[in-house]
């Protein structure tokens, strides 16, 4: 594998726009087989994945070659990366990023000494509804995945243009896309690429979107104007922008909340991870259903308790309210279906805090927690098997999640738990 280089500065060199003229295929060809479609193309379809400044994984996506030493991926694949590399097969190249367009979502990044072929583009103009579709990309780390569909519509656009021709529009299609398909491709029934696959719908169906062609070719021009804005920012815009935005969007199909967990009676450190699969209109589910929230941060089930005690000991709708405010007091009295076990516990809302998560400082309310538990078919705190329980849970409001929990309890002379769990950042 190359040295990968660190994603600190952006190309400023608008390269000539030559390349896009010359992809462009003239007149009509016969349409191909999907065996031969994919044979023709995938080669040009490659992986992308982020790592941090520690060279941990970030993320993963796909990339399209359209030109010589040229890919496009979406931005929000190289959200927060210090370095990326794109790979296929065992072959792998460090990248660099040139052109960003946030607001398209789309960015083209350069690879030294770089030789798959570009593809060839669709001619602007040619999506037409109905028409045969492929997506090829990487979902969920599956290297070049084909799918099948139509295009199910064109949404957007209108005559925005300087001398009043029509915008291009986003693509909608029915062809497959999951999360690792971010910056993969979608192509016409002759292999020609129509447009960067982006996004899916929310709530599920086959509602897959895709960024038109046409804005390949105004990535350069629209690139120096990001970059020009931002060199004017003030410093701490920048640095809030670089760490808070991505943290605190919305949690998307394919992200994860990394926490590590710490159980302090034997110093052992492990990783938690809670993965996005789907997001169903106001709930979000986690690893395979083992824990689904809303979107407010409310927790509706506990199956697969990864956490520890923050998932087996959790009150009903989790370790924090709604509208939280200092001085606040209440008594959560339950029964964790996880352990068997019933709480009395009872709640005490603490003053605000500062607290940092993935360099990132974020203004929290301590919740603290004291009271005992009890063997389900048990009502005294002196009976055997019943203890105390002492616990605390710092919630961001901005965040509407809890980012550290640490709880305690003691039965009898040996047995008992004392863990941390702490937020370590989210994967986008």
Known sequence: ??????????????APLAF??????????????????????????WSVRTFDAQERPLRAGSAVVIAPGRLVTNCHVLAKASSFVIKQDNVTYGATLEFPDPARDLC?????????????????????????VYAIGNP??????????????????????????????????????SAGSSGGGLFDSEGRLLGITSFAARDGGSLNFAMPVEFLSELPTRAKAVLEARASEPADSVRRRAGGAALTEPLRPGDALEYVRTDRLTGTRSTVLYRVDRVNGDEIVFNGGGKVEKTDGQVVSVTSPAGGLFDSS?????????????????????????ENQRYELIATVGGERSVRVDGVELQVLRIGYEGWIYASSLSAPLASGSSRFTGAALYSPELRRVVRFEASYQRGIISGGNEVLELVRIQR
Request: with cysteine; net charge positive; proline share 8%.
């Open 140 to 177: 969920r780390g599956l290297e070049n995945t084909l799918s099948e569909g139509i295009l199910s519509g064109l949404r957007g656009g209108g005559s925005g243009g300087a001398g009043g021709e029509s915008e291009a529009r986003l693509l909608q299609t029915t062809a497959a896309i």
């Open 1 to 14: 594998m190359k040295s990968l280089p660190p994603l600190r500065g952006v190309s400023m060199c608008l």
């Open 108 to 132: 083209q990044i350069k690879v030294a000494n770089f030789t798959a072929p570009p593809v060839a583009l669709a001619p602007a103009g040619s999506a037409r509804v109905g028409q045969r």
């Open 20 to 45: 896009l003229g010359l992809a462009l295929a003239a007149g009509p060809a016969a349409a191909l087989e999907p065996e031969a479609l994919f044979s023709k193309v995938s080669g040009s379809v």
């Open 314 to 338: 959790s009150p009903p709708g989790g370790w924090a309210r709604a509208n939280l405010l200092p001085g606040m007091r209440w008594q959560a009295d339950y029964t964790a279906a996880a």
